[in-house]
């Protein structure tokens, strides 16, 4: 069971556009982490916010942790093939304990 | 540096059966985590080690165990499988106990039979 809910699931967009994946819970974290994870990899960790309200911008990628650190959202600009990938979104309620999501499936098109 | 390695990366096995799986985390790393990658769906907490010990248990049955090495290397043992134990298992490293910054391995692909 998916405690974090990530939307949307799956999202196809041309090369050149702007997109915007979301991350929600009813709980609270004491962070959030988005990963961006590769067909035969594990996931890689492009982010850790801390803070409610936090903003952290990395590169063409802005991440941005709700108020209540209840959700978060990753928005990419001017998006590109090297982009496409599994984005998962993972919560941390306790120092050792960290729930992902089931993760957005983005496609970006030549 | 060398990275989070893991052992076999692809697995057959057929149910009843047990299997063991590796990692090694990144030299200097402590902790190690194991997750469960079913297709489709996002990775899920095992277990968590620290210092040899166990920090951190998921929600799986006891048909799944592991333990850490002086090394601070890991195994991940899973008995009498089942088909639905078929997934992508993944191992992550960390410095110390706090997993807000950890680094996956590849993983092991489990197909269960």
């Known amino acids: 069971t998916q405690l974090l809910e990530q939307s949307p699931q799956f999202l196809s967009i041309q090369e050149g556009e702007n997109l915007t994946v979301y991350c929600n819970s009813s709980?609270?974290?004491?962070?959030l982490q988005w990963y961006r994870q590769e067909p035969g990899e594990g996931p890689v960790l492009l982010v850790t916010?801390?803070?409610?309200?936090e903003v952290k911008k990395l590169k063409r990628l802005t991440f941005q942790f709700g108020d209540a650190r209840k959700d978060s959202s990753l928005h990419i600009t001017a998006a590109q093939p090297g982009d496409t990938g599994l984005y998962l979104c993972?919560?941390?309620?306790?120092?050792?304990?960290?729930?992902f999501g089931a993760g957005t499936r983005l496609t970006v098109k030549p | 540096d060398a990275g989070v390695t893991q052992s076999p990366t692809h697995l057959i096995k057929t149910r009843g059966q047990h299997v063991t799986l590796r990692c090694s985390p990144i030299?200097?790393?402590?902790?190690v985590s194991w997750y469960q990658q079913v297709l489709g769906q996002g990775p899920q907490f095992i277990f968590q080690?620290?210092?040899?010990?166990?920090?951190g248990r998921g929600n799986f049955p006891d048909r799944f165990s592991a333990r850490q090495f002086p090394n601070y290397s890991s195994e991940l043992n899973v008995n009498a499988l089942l088909l639905g134990d078929s997934a992508l298992y993944l191992c992550a490293s960390s410095l110390g106990v706090r997993v807000e910054t950890q680094y996956f391995g590849p993983g092991t692909r489990l197909l269960v039979l």
């Open positions: 916010v801390v803070t409610g309200g």
């Open positions: 709980s609270v974290f004491s962070s």
């Open positions: 030299s200097g790393h402590k902790s």
């Open positions: 993972a919560g941390s309620y306790n120092n050792n304990d960290m729930r």
């Open positions: 080690y620290y210092e040899k010990e166990e920090r």
